[in-house]
């Protein structure tokens, strides 16, 4: 059981490290972390009182 545990941690250690390395080499790779930007324009009445 003990076997089992370090080899989980293990593996999490390892996907932890690989998610890290594809971050920084992930938009040189053409990776696009970025959201989608758009420009929105809604038109506003302003209450004459």
């Known amino acids: ?3 089992l545990i370090k080899w989980l941690f293990y593996l999490l250690v390892l996907g932890f490290l690989a998610l890290v ?3 920084y080499i992930g938009p ?3 990776a696009d972390f970025g959201p989608e930007q758009f420009e929105r324009r809604m038109p506003v009445q302003l209450d004459d009182s």
Do not use: S
Request: charged fraction near 10%; proline fraction near 0%; charge should be positive.
């Open 21 to 23: 390395v594809y971050a």
């Open 28 to 30: 040189i790779l053409g």
């Open 1 to 3: 059981m003990g076997r």
